[in-house]
C-alpha cells in the first residue's frame, strides 16, 4: 500500500477536479491510501457527491489544512506567511513519513519549494529537476529535463539532469541504456555555449549511454531517450510543444468541418486521430515528477481537470512502485566523484 499525500486545494479547478481525480485513482489503484489535504470544512461535505465513500473512504484521510497558496503568492510564501497551507502540509506529511509521495496541480514554484526545502533532497542532488516525458514520431518517449525547475543551471547541474532522467527512463519507462544527450544547438562535439560544452565533457566520462549533442529536432525523432538541458530552455520548449499540440488539433478539427467530403474522411480517420490526439495529451501524463527529492513528487498543470489528477496520482505510484529514488541514489553514489555538484 502507497501513501500518497494529495494537495486538494492546489490548481484552478480545486478541489472539484481534485475530488474527481481523487476518486478516480482510489477506484483504478488497489495499492493507494490517499491523504487528501486542505479545507476539512471544504471537502468533507463533498466527499460523498464525488463517490469517495465506504469501501474507497477506507482508504483515504482528510488532513487539516486551512490556507491556500495563490498564484499571486511567492514560492516561499510556504515557509513563512503560509505554514499551514496544502502543499506545505503535505509535503510535512512525506518529510515526517507519514506519505510516500505528494502530488499537487498548485503554485509550481511553491510546489518545488516544499518539495525541495521541507522533503529536503537526496544526497549528492544539489538541484532536483522537472521531466517531461514527451511523445515521439518511433511512437516511444523522450524525457526532456529540466524543464523550470532551475533557470541558470552549471554544466554539473545539467549533467546530473541527465545522469536523474536515464535512471528515470530506465526504471520507470522501460527503456534499457537510454540514450543520453545534451540539447545544442548543433551535434557536433564544439557546438554550444560554454555550460552545455561542460556538460557533455563531464557526461562522456560517466558509465551512461551518452550519445552527444541533442538538436530540438531529436525532442520528437526519438534518436534519444533522454534530454537534458537548463530549466529556462526546457520550459519554453515545453509550453511551446502544448501551444503548438494543441493549435495543430484546433486546425486539424477546423479542416475536417469545413465541407462534407472533407467531413467523410474525418469519419473514416477518426480512430487514428484519437490516438494521435491521446498521445499529444498532457493529461495522460498527468504530471511533471521532480526528481532528485527524498520522495516522489508529482507537479501538475495549474488548469488539470480530474482525468489529469487521477494520471498525477497514478505517476507517483509508479514512481514509489520503481523505488526512483533509490535508483538514483544509488547512482549518484557510484558516480558521486562525476556528477556531484559542490557550490559555495
Not at 288 to 316: C, E, M, Q, W, Y
Request: aromatic content about 4%; proline content about 3%; overall charge negative.
Amino acid at each position: 500500500m502507497y501513501r500518497i499525500a494529495l494537495d486538494m486545494m492546489g490548481g484552478d479547478l480545486a478541489p472539484y477536479a481534485t475530488l474527481e481525480g481523487a476518486h478516480a485513482a482510489l477506484t483504478r489503484h488497489d495499492d493507494l491510501y490517499l491523504l487528501m489535504v486542505g479545507d476539512e470544512a471544504i471537502l468533507k461535505p463533498m466527499l460523498a457527491k464525488y463517490g469517495i465513500k465506504g469501501p474507497l473512504l477506507e482508504r483515504c484521510e482528510l488532513v487539516h489544512a486551512p490556507e491556500v497558496v495563490t498564484m499571486d503568492d511567492k514560492a516561499t510564501a510556504i515557509l513563512k506567511e503560509k505554514k499551514s497551507s496544502s502543499i506545505r502540509v503535505a509535503a510535512q506529511l512525506v518529510r515526517e513519513g507519514r506519505a510516500d509521495g505528494i502530488v499537487s496541480m498548485g503554485h509550481t514554484g511553491a510546489a518545488m519549494v516544499a518539495s525541495k526545502m521541507v522533503v529536503g533532497t537526496l544526497p549528492g542532488v544539489d538541484r532536483p529537476c522537472l521531466a517531461a516525458v514527451l511523445p515521439n514520431i518511433k511512437g516511444d518517449r523522450t524525457v526532456l529535463l529540466d524543464v523550470g525547475a532551475n533557470l541558470d543551471s552549471k554544466s554539473e547541474h545539467i549533467a546530473q539532469f541527465a545522469l536523474m532522467g536515464a535512471v528515470y527512463a530506465e526504471e520507470v519507462l522501460g527503456i534499457k541504456s537510454p540514450r543520453v544527450g545534451v540539447l545544442s544547438v548543433g551535434e557536433e562535439d564544439g557546438k554550444g555555449t560554454e555550460t552545455t560544452r561542460g556538460a557533455a565533457s563531464l557526461l562522456k566520462e560517466l558509465e551512461l549511454n551518452f550519445v552527444g549533442n541533442a538538436e530540438g529536432r531529436d525532442i520528437w525523432n526519438g534518436n534519444f531517450d533522454v534530454i537534458a538541458c537548463d530549466g529556462f530552455v526546457g520550459n519554453s520548449l515545453l509550453k511551446s510543444s502544448e501551444a503548438l499540440a494543441e493549435g495543430l488539433v484546433h486546425s486539424i478539427k477546423e479542416s475536417i468541418m469545413a465541407g462534407f467530403v472533407s467531413r467523410l474522411g474525418g469519419a473514416l480517420i477518426k480512430p487514428a486521430m484519437k490516438r494521435v490526439m491521446k498521445k499529444l495529451d498532457y493529461s495522460e501524463a498527468g504530471g511533471a515528477p521532480l526528481l532528485g527529492v527524498k520522495g516522489v513528487s508529482i507537479i501538475g498543470h495549474g488548469r488539470s481537470d480530474g482525468k489529469t489528477v487521477g494520471n498525477a496520482i497514478r505517476a507517483a505510484l509508479v514512481a514509489c512502485e520503481h523505488q526512483i529514488n533509490d535508483r538514483i541514489h544509488d547512482s549518484l553514489e557510484r558516480l558521486l566523484p562525476q556528477a556531484a555538484v559542490t557550490e559555495s
